[in-house]
T-cell receptor
Framework: QKEVEQDPGPLSVPEGAIVSLNCTYS??????FMWYRQYSRKGPELLMY????GNKEDGRFTAQVDKSSKYISLFIRDSQPSDSATYLC??????????????FGKGTSLLVTP | GAVVSQHPSWVICKSGTSVKIECRSL??????MFWYRQFPKQSLMLMAT?????????EQGVEKDKFLINHASLTLSTLTVTSAHPEDSSFYIC??????????FGPGTRLTVL
């Protein structure tokens, strides 16, 4: 079993819809949780970074972490065609021996249609 | 967010030659940088963790003599693919970790080995 599971999609939604992206994980030692957006042939761009359980909001994006269920989510409100990209969840340990290396999900491909 | 650059963005080389890829953190110092590899429609695969002033830590299955990593300063890490072969063709992405443990990615380098 991979440490981080993410449905690769593709996920297609109409413009203006609320998008929900999710990841589950198996390692309860993960402490830091991130969401990245990656456009084709570009490097990932950090969207959200959270440390604890709960919600964090930034503009149209809300990240949610539920450590008890080992489940994280990213919500995108009022989705736009420019949001079409691959969204990667990532998480890391708090142990400095791990080098804070990120464990990535496979990424979910999102298409927002006009 | 912080900016990480990579150079070159695209390189084509002949089989058997060596290629050097540079990763720079432009507006912050990074004691730790990471090198990833990404195949089409796949997630990022960590190759190695690069710590300034010390030897890199390679992931299992990654040949350290083939993928030479040097992290000579707090803003620069280099990856040299030695004696490149067509199977080394891939998208190579670096990331740099800031003092708040967030990782920022470079735009990636596309390597094509003929």
């Amino acid at each position: 079993q991979k440490e981080v599971e993410q449905d690769p999609g593709p996920l297609s939604v109409p413009e203006g819809a609320i998008v929900s992206l999710n990841c589950t994980y198996s390692n309860s030692a993960f402490q830091y949780f991130m969401w990245y957006r990656q456009y084709s042939r570009k490097g990932p761009e950090l969207l959200m970074y959270t440390y604890s359980s709960g919600n964090k909001e930034d503009g149209r994006f809300t990240a949610q972490v539920d450590k008890s269920s080992k489940y994280i989510s990213l919500f995108i409100r009022d989705s736009q065609p420019s949001d079409s990209a691959t969204y990667l969840c990532a998480m890391s340990l708090s142990n400095s021996n791990s080098g804070y290396a990120l464990n990535f999900g496979k990424g979910t491909s999102l298409l927002v249609t006009p | 967010g912080a900016v990480v650059s990579q150079h070159p963005s695209w390189v084509i080389c002949k089989s058997g030659t060596s290629v050097k890829i540079e990763c720079r953190s432009l507006d912050f110092q990074a004691t730790t940088m990471f090198w990833y590899r990404q195949f089409p429609k796949q997630s990022l695969m960590l190759m190695a963790t690069s710590n300034e002033g010390s030897k890199a830590t390679y992931e299992q299955g990654v040949e350290k003599d083939k993928f030479l990593i040097n992290h000579a300063s707090l803003t620069l890490s280099t990856l040299t693919v030695t004696s490149a072969h067509p199977e080394d063709s891939s998208f190579y992405i670096c990331s740099a970790r800031d003092d708040r443990e967030q990782q920022f990615f470079g735009p990636g380098t596309r390597l094509t080995v003929l």
